[in-house]
Nanobody, 124 residues
Framework: QVQLAESGGGLVQVGDSLRLSCVAS????????MGWFRQTPGKEREFVAA????????YYGDSVKGRFTISRDNAKNTVWLHMNSIQPEDTAVYYC?????????????????WGQGTRVTVSA
Protein backbone atom coordinates (compact mmCIF):
# COMPACT_ATOMS: atom_id res chain seq x y z
CA GLN A 1 0.00 0.00 0.00
CA VAL A 2 1.15 3.50 -0.81
CA GLN A 3 -0.55 6.85 -0.44
CA LEU A 4 0.51 9.80 -2.59
CA ALA A 5 -0.21 13.45 -1.86
CA GLU A 6 0.54 16.12 -4.47
CA SER A 7 0.82 19.82 -3.77
CA GLY A 8 2.26 23.00 -5.24
CA GLY A 9 -0.20 23.74 -8.02
CA GLY A 10 -1.69 27.14 -8.62
CA LEU A 11 -2.11 30.01 -11.04
CA VAL A 12 1.00 31.03 -12.99
CA GLN A 13 1.87 33.08 -16.04
CA VAL A 14 3.68 32.15 -19.22
CA GLY A 15 7.41 31.85 -18.58
CA ASP A 16 7.06 31.30 -14.84
CA SER A 17 8.59 28.46 -12.86
CA LEU A 18 6.77 26.16 -10.45
CA ARG A 19 7.66 23.22 -8.26
CA LEU A 20 5.24 20.41 -7.52
CA SER A 21 5.77 17.92 -4.71
CA CYS A 22 4.56 14.39 -4.08
CA VAL A 23 4.84 12.97 -0.57
CA ALA A 24 4.59 9.18 -0.33
CA SER A 25 3.34 7.24 2.69
CA UNK A 26 3.53 3.50 3.25
CA UNK A 27 6.48 2.95 0.92
CA UNK A 28 9.82 4.68 0.45
CA UNK A 29 10.31 6.47 -2.85
CA UNK A 30 13.87 5.13 -3.05
CA UNK A 31 12.52 1.61 -3.61
CA UNK A 32 9.85 2.35 -6.22
CA UNK A 33 9.73 4.03 -9.58
CA MET A 34 7.87 7.33 -9.33
CA GLY A 35 6.28 9.39 -12.05
CA TRP A 36 4.23 12.43 -12.96
CA PHE A 37 1.28 12.51 -15.36
CA ARG A 38 -1.13 15.26 -16.33
CA GLN A 39 -4.64 15.41 -17.71
CA THR A 40 -7.02 18.00 -19.16
CA PRO A 41 -10.74 17.57 -19.89
CA GLY A 42 -11.37 15.63 -23.07
CA LYS A 43 -7.84 14.23 -23.29
CA GLU A 44 -6.19 11.05 -22.10
CA ARG A 45 -3.72 11.18 -19.28
CA GLU A 46 -0.31 12.27 -20.57
CA PHE A 47 3.05 11.05 -19.32
CA VAL A 48 5.25 13.86 -18.02
CA ALA A 49 8.26 12.43 -16.20
CA ALA A 50 9.53 9.45 -14.19
CA UNK A 51 12.53 8.39 -12.14
CA UNK A 52 13.67 4.77 -11.81
CA UNK A 53 14.11 3.09 -8.43
CA UNK A 54 16.96 0.89 -9.60
CA UNK A 55 19.17 3.26 -11.63
CA UNK A 56 17.87 6.80 -10.92
CA UNK A 57 17.48 7.21 -14.66
CA UNK A 58 14.92 9.84 -15.63
CA TYR A 59 12.40 9.81 -18.45
CA TYR A 60 10.42 12.70 -19.93
CA GLY A 61 7.55 13.21 -22.28
CA ASP A 62 8.37 14.97 -25.53
CA SER A 63 6.31 18.02 -24.64
CA VAL A 64 8.32 18.80 -21.49
CA LYS A 65 11.86 17.74 -22.37
CA GLY A 66 14.32 20.50 -21.58
CA ARG A 67 11.80 22.37 -19.43
CA PHE A 68 10.76 20.03 -16.60
CA THR A 69 12.98 18.10 -14.20
CA ILE A 70 12.01 15.25 -11.89
CA SER A 71 13.99 14.59 -8.72
CA ARG A 72 13.75 12.55 -5.53
CA ASP A 73 14.50 13.36 -1.90
CA ASN A 74 14.79 10.07 -0.05
CA ALA A 75 15.12 11.69 3.38
CA LYS A 76 11.77 13.44 2.93
CA ASN A 77 10.19 10.58 0.96
CA THR A 78 9.24 13.15 -1.65
CA VAL A 79 9.38 13.40 -5.43
CA TRP A 80 9.58 16.83 -7.05
CA LEU A 81 8.64 18.14 -10.46
CA HIS A 82 10.44 21.37 -11.36
CA MET A 83 8.58 23.19 -14.11
CA ASN A 84 10.45 25.89 -16.03
CA SER A 85 9.45 28.09 -18.95
CA ILE A 86 5.81 27.28 -18.35
CA GLN A 87 3.55 27.55 -21.39
CA PRO A 88 -0.25 27.69 -21.75
CA GLU A 89 -0.29 24.06 -22.89
CA ASP A 90 0.98 23.04 -19.45
CA THR A 91 -2.41 23.81 -17.93
CA ALA A 92 -3.66 20.54 -16.42
CA VAL A 93 -4.22 18.53 -13.29
CA TYR A 94 -0.91 16.92 -12.39
CA TYR A 95 -0.92 13.47 -10.79
CA CYS A 96 1.82 11.68 -8.93
CA UNK A 97 2.05 7.95 -9.63
CA UNK A 98 3.96 4.91 -8.40
CA UNK A 99 5.15 1.68 -10.04
CA UNK A 100 5.12 -1.04 -7.38
CA UNK A 101 6.02 -4.02 -9.59
CA UNK A 102 9.67 -3.99 -8.56
CA UNK A 103 10.86 -5.06 -12.00
CA UNK A 104 13.67 -3.54 -14.04
CA UNK A 105 11.63 -2.71 -17.11
CA UNK A 106 10.20 0.78 -17.45
CA UNK A 107 6.59 0.64 -18.60
CA UNK A 108 3.88 3.27 -18.34
CA UNK A 109 1.33 0.50 -17.77
CA UNK A 110 2.93 -0.31 -14.42
CA UNK A 111 1.87 2.97 -12.85
CA UNK A 112 -1.26 1.95 -10.95
CA UNK A 113 -1.11 3.96 -7.72
CA TRP A 114 -2.23 7.57 -8.02
CA GLY A 115 -2.53 10.70 -5.94
CA GLN A 116 -5.50 13.06 -5.94
CA GLY A 117 -3.83 15.57 -8.25
CA THR A 118 -2.86 19.21 -8.06
CA ARG A 119 -4.13 21.76 -10.56
CA VAL A 120 -1.84 24.04 -12.55
CA THR A 121 -3.46 26.89 -14.47
CA VAL A 122 -1.40 29.02 -16.85
CA SER A 123 -2.84 32.43 -17.64
CA ALA A 124 -2.45 33.80 -21.14
Amino acid sequence: QVQLAESGGGLVQVGDSLRLSCVASGRTVSSITMGWFRQTPGKEREFVAAISWSTDDTYYGDSVKGRFTISRDNAKNTVWLHMNSIQPEDTAVYYCAADLTGDYYFSLRDFRSWGQGTRVTVSA
